[in-house]
Every structure is written in C-alpha cells, then in structure tokens.
C-alpha cells in the first residue's frame, strides 16, 4: 500500500468508488478492495439523474462525451395509443447514459490516480473482523489490514452486510430482460422512453450514437429463454414502435440477451459503527425508476460527511422512503391487469398530461429529490381523486351507483397499500 490507510472500501463499482473518492477528498486515507481484474459486463445500472451527475462532478469524475450520453428525461407511451408524455428532468437539468462497464472503468481510474486511494484488483477479501479487513491477492498469502472504517460497495450479496446484519435473501419480483440494438431511431431523441401495456414496462433509452438498449419487465413465469421471441412478439411488439420492434425480434432471434433479476431489498439498514454499506448493499428497488446508479452515489458522498454511520443511516432512510414508495407503485401500476389499477394508470396519464406542476413533482420523485412523504402523497391523491370523479361524476363507464362504491374502496384499498411499508405487497 501507498500508506497506512483510515478507511477499507470493499467492492470497486460505481458505488464502492465513489465511496472511496469522497473519504479520500475528505481527507483520509483510502484502501479499494476489488476481487475481479475487469469491469462487470453484467447488465446493471446505466441511467445516472441529474443529483447523481452532480454527485461526480463534485468527486472530480470527468464525464467525456464520448462516453457519458446526455439525457432530457423520460417519455411516457400509453398503451391506448394516445399522445406520449413528456417528464423532463427538474430544473431543465440533465441526466446522463453510460455503458454500465466504462462507468465503472472510468470510476477506477479516477480512483486510482488519486494520492490518497490505494487500488487493489484481484483483492477477494476473505473475512471483516472488527475493524480487520483480511484478504488475498491472486492466491497469495492472507494480509491483515486494521482501519477505522469499513464499508461495503460490494452489491447485492454484500459479504460485508452479511457479517454486520442476518436478513434473509431479497425477493425477486420480477426479471429483466435486455438487448442491445445497433441502428434504431428513439420516437424523440434525448429522452428514455417507457411503453406501457404489456404485462410489464418496456425503458428504452440510448447509449451512443449507434446503440440503444431495451429493457423488458418480465413477470415470475416458468417462461424459457427460448421462448421469449414469441412471448415478446405476443405480449409486448404490438406496443412499440415499429423502429423498435423489428430490431427487437431480430435481436431475440439471434439470443443476444441479457437478464437480470429484479429483487427489492428496503433501505433501512446502512451499517453500524466503524461498518458502513453504500449502494445495493444497502438495499435496491425495482429498476423501472432507474435510480440505483443515483441513490448508491449520493449514499457514498453522504456517508464521507459524517462519523456517525447511525445518523447517516437515519437521514438516508428518510431521503429515500418516498422512492420507494413510488417505486413499488410504478411496478404495480404498469403490470397489474386489474380494473382499478387500469384506472387509475388512466387517471396518472391524464393527470401528467393536463399538469406540468404534476409533471414535474413526478420527475422529483423519480430522481429520488424529494425527502419527504408529502410530495408523493399529494402526487397519489391526485390521480386517486381523478379516477374517483371518472367514476362518480363523468358516467364515463355507465356505471351503476353500487359499482361506483365498489370502485370507490377499490380505490381505498389501493391508498392503503400505498401507506403501507413499500417492502409488502410487491407484485400484488
């Protein structure tokens, strides 16, 4: 090692480095610990908000154009085919696309370059005792390092968080399926684009010049890879832009997929003392939201901030409680087949269509903006209310009075599952 080090960071991805980058700018003295030689070629986060872009300027991360795509916002399809929505990004700022890999090369070599961080690759890190941290490098001998500070970037598995706190596996409530496609125009460049009506959502979004990826929802099934083509080709083409679905079923045809799945895991355990977690070591939601890459970021420059992991822990629950709320929303409200959320799915359409305050109060809450429940509150009672007077006062649906009250503790029904813990009900 360069020098005696203060703080062990296990894990070298987006979060684990970022992690690293703010302690050493905070003054200390930084180990990275990372057990493979490469960057990850598995599908994960690419989509950065706008807090999150801000989150790597801060930390010196250059963002080169050649790499790091700029990105409006997102662009909502219904599925009744009427005019798409537009929800910019807050303040007009931008967001940013990136190959998950060169992310994490670029966050690498930053780290390594930097006087006060210690880069180890090949690092598998056996055990964390106390405040040792004893790992191997490549089948060598063990090496003992004792700091003051350990914290896991190691995602979803977390070595780290296992040693610190039992909790079961996260469930897996859905799985992603992705491809690549060379070529194709997006229906507005710039923007990410969601595609409602299949048993799942449909995010598209560009990554350079020449390359768009798709990702694709899929429910829990006992579907096979082999059959997704026609499965896609049955359930979700017919949604999508023709510019979309031709390069899509090609790109199945010749199984260059990749998958992933979509487990939810709370944010409300970040560590205790000298152990910290940053990113999805500390929890995840579903990826529709897109906001892992931005919250792991923000809990990296946060954590650097304080000694006190037990405070960080606090304020980063209630920083994200309200995305996860919404995130558990936006899953159920675009795969759930049912009437009432058919409605009120309708009713959020209308609303963000009629409302640019509405529009933009989403945006803030998708970016993971908002710290508090009121906003998302206002946001559900809005579209709840709209569907209630579609119900009770339009007789857009010829309803009698006993199937408007019916509707109306539906809707209820909803509003409570909503106040609810976002970890329940999730798939419901």
């Known amino acids: 090692m360069k020098t005696p080090c203060d703080v062990a960071v296990i894990g070298a991805g987006p979060a684990g480095c970022a992690a690293a980058l703010a302690h050493a700018r905070a003054g200390h003295r930084v180990l990275l610990l990372e057990a493979s030689r490469r960057p990850p070629?598995?599908?994960?986060?690419?989509?950065?908000?706008?807090?999150?872009v801000a989150v790597l300027r801060r930390l010196g991360v250059g963002m080169p154009a050649s790499l790091f795509l700029p990105a409006l916002g997102f662009v909502v399809h219904p599925e009744d085919s009427s005019p798409p929505i537009t929800l910019a990004c807050p303040r007009g700022e931008r967001a940013a696309t990136v190959r998950h890999c060169e992310l994490v090369a670029t966050l690498r070599a930053v780290a390594a370059a930097h006087p006060a961080i210690t880069l180890t690759l090949g690092a598998r890190v056996t055990s964390v005792r106390h405040t040792t941290v004893v790992y191997t490098r490549e089948g060598g001998p063990e090496r003992h390092v004792r700091v003051r500070r350990i914290i896991g970037g190691d995602g979803q598995s977390s070595m780290v968080r296992r040693t610190i706190h039992s909790a079961?596996?996260?469930?897996?409530?859905?799985?992603?399926a992705s491809v690549l496609l060379h070529g194709p125009a997006l229906p507005e460049e710039g923007y990410g684009h969601v595609f409602a009506g299949g048993p799942g959502a449909v995010l598209a979004y560009r990554l350079d010049?020449?390359?768009?990826?798709?990702?694709?929802?899929?429910?829990?099934?006992?579907?096979?890879?082999?059959?997704?083509?026609?499965?896609?080709?049955?359930?979700?083409?017919r949604f999508l832009p023709g510019t979309l679905a031709g390069p899509l079923s090609t790109a199945l045809e010749r199984k260059t997929v990749q998958w992933a799945a979509n487990r939810v895991r709370l944010r409300t355990f970040h560590g205790r003392g000298p152990y910290a977690l940053?990113?999805?070591a500390?929890?995840?939601?579903?990826?529709?939201?897109?906001?892992?890459l931005t919250i792991g970021l923000r809990d990296a420059e946060c954590l650097a901030r304080t000694e006190d992991v037990a405070a960080h822990g606090r304020r980063r629950r209630a920083a994200v409680r309200a995305h996860e709320h919404l995130?558990?929303?936006?899953?159920?409200?675009?795969?759930?087949?049912?009437?009432?959320?058919g409605d009120l799915r309708r009713s959020m359409y209308a609303v963000l269509r009629a409302s640019g305050i509405e529009r933009e109060r989403m945006m803030r809450l998708l970016c993971a903006e908002?710290?508090?429940?009121?906003?998302?509150?206002?946001?559900?009672?809005?579209?709840?209310g709209h569907a209630l007077r579609?119900?009770?006062?339009?007789?857009?649906?010829?309803?009698?009075?006993r199937t408007s009250v019916r509707a109306c503790g539906d809707y209820l029904s909803w509003l409570r599952w909503m106040s609810r813990s976002p970890g329940h009900g999730w798939g419901g």
């Open 278 to 280: 940053v990113g999805d």
């Open 390 to 401: 579609e119900q009770l006062v339009t007789g857009r649906c010829r309803t009698t009075w």
């Open 168 to 176: 079961g596996p996260a469930p897996t409530v859905s799985r992603t």
């Open 327 to 341: 995130a558990a929303a936006m899953h159920r409200i675009f795969c759930d087949p049912g009437r009432t959320t």
């Open 370 to 384: 908002e710290l508090g429940p009121l906003p998302l509150t206002g946001a559900v009672l809005h579209v709840a």
């Open 41 to 52: 070629t598995r599908l994960a986060g690419e989509w950065i908000h706008p807090d999150g």
């Open 209 to 237: 010049d020449d390359t768009v990826r798709v990702t694709i929802d899929i429910p829990l099934s006992p579907l096979r890879s082999t059959d997704l083509r026609s499965y896609v080709q049955r359930v979700y083409s």
């Open 282 to 292: 500390v929890g995840t939601c579903h990826p529709l939201t897109a906001s892992g």
